[in-house]
């Protein structure tokens, strides 16, 4: 049996914020009825983390959950721990109408660091207010970033996660080190 790699294998950039692919994370998307106390309950139990609200996150480590439209959940969890957890969301859910699907092989992750100038690397691919009080730790968007979808939150003020699909990891890790070259600072967000 292979072993499973992330896509672009940790793969990482310093520039004036620094680009890293974090490697294996689990992700399940979860659709249903989100008023549903059961799958509020269910979501919670397979992360730790309570249910956000429309357009924000809740992540601890590589646990959370992400709100994705006003019928779908990302959740987060261990790269390992995903079958248990989509065994226990499948148990917890069974007289729910709802689909739990392992995505986790089909999806890369990023985190982008290095201080406020985060802000101003997103602002120039995706098409968000990034201004502080517009949008922050938290918050959560799902988005166009130049030419391919992606969805993205802030843990701190001082970072960025971003989802993509697998496909195009390499085009986003290209598209965020141009973002983030030396000397590519505007200084209108940071």
């Avoid at 109408?97 to 992750?109: C, F, I, P």
Wanted: aromatic fraction near 6%; include cysteine; hydrophobic fraction near 50%.
């Amino acid at each position: 049996m292979s072993e499973a790699v992330s896509a672009l294998q940790g793969a990482s950039y310093d520039g004036i914020a620094q680009v890293r692919e974090i490697g294996l994370q689990g992700m399940i998307t979860l659709r249903g009825d989100l008023g549903n106390t059961a799958l509020k309950k269910a979501a919670a139990a397979a992360t730790g983390q309570d249910m956000p609200g429309q357009r924000k996150a809740n992540v601890k480590d590589d646990s959370g959950i992400a709100w994705m439209s006003p019928d779908e959940l990302l959740i987060l969890v261990p790269y390992d721990a995903v079958d248990a957890r989509l065994e226990a969301l499948g148990k917890a859910l069974a007289k729910q109408h709802h689909m739990a699907v392992n995505v986790s092989d089909a999806r890369a992750v990023f985190e982008l660091s290095g201080g406020p100038v985060v802000r101003e690397v997103i602002a120039k691919l995706c098409p968000v207010d990034m201004a502080v009080g517009a949008f922050g730790a938290g918050d959560f968007r799902r988005t166009r970033m130049a030419q391919v979808p992606a969805a993205f939150w802030m843990p701190d003020e001082n970072s960025v996660r971003i989802v993509c699909f697998r496909s195009v990891a390499q085009y986003v890790f290209d598209l965020l080190k141009g973002a983030a070259a030396p000397g590519s600072a505007v200084g209108y967000l940071a």
